[in-house]
């Protein structure tokens, strides 16, 4: 039983230092919207079995930089994202391979960037809302697509390949539950 213990407080911090990375990461200095979070929130929902854990994951580790980067009136939308993004996670969770990992997350930045910028058109009052108006919202963020969706397949490749190499080091990890 202790070595069970062992293995959990493993994998728990395992899963600690993988929030920390994500926190470390938006820190630097990466271009726009090149960020974990996306590939976490991916991860989260693809690796951990205990659903509001998976779901924490990402939001703990957005919070807490968001304290420190600063707070805005979209957050909830951001958020209510990446909890979608989860959801994918979730649902390729029996899915082998890395090609289901690189399409989810390219389609987690394809939701990043509909959902998100669609509340920008509609709240922010920068944009007429008109068909223009959503057209032009959308081609101005076309240049922080082209980060998300190099930061979410970047950051996905290390989370998922540096936990495959963890699993197979330590294969305890592969069948303990989180």
Excluded at 21 to 46: D, T
Excluded at 114 to 127: D, E, H, L
Aim: with cysteine; charged share 10%.
């Amino acid at each position: 039983m202790s070595s069970q213990v062992g293995f959990f407080n493993l994998r728990l911090l395992s899963i600690i230092g993988i929030i920390v990375f994500a926190i470390v990461m938006r820190f630097l200095p990466l271009p726009v919207n090149f960020s974990p979070i996306g590939a976490l929130a991916l991860f989260a929902g693809f690796t951990i079995t205990n659903r509001l854990g998976a779901f924490a994951l990402p939001m703990v580790a957005m919070l807490l930089t968001d304290l420190v980067i600063g707070l805005h009136d979209l957050m909830w939308v951001v958020y209510a994202t990446f909890a979608v993004i989860v959801a994918v996670g979730i649902f390729l969770r029996d899915q082998k391979g890395a090609l289901p990992k690189v399409a989810g997350a390219l389609l987690a930045s394809v939701l990043f960037f509909v959902v998100t910028n669609f509340a920008v058109w509609a709240t922010s009052g920068m944009y007429p809302l008109t068909q223009e108006g959503l057209v032009s919202c959308y081609l101005a963020a076309v240049p922080f697509f082209k980060n998300q969706v190099a930061g979410d397949l970047v950051f996905a490749a290390v989370l998922f390949t540096g936990w495959a190499y963890l699993e197979k080091t330590v294969p305890a990890l592969a069948t303990a539950r989180s």
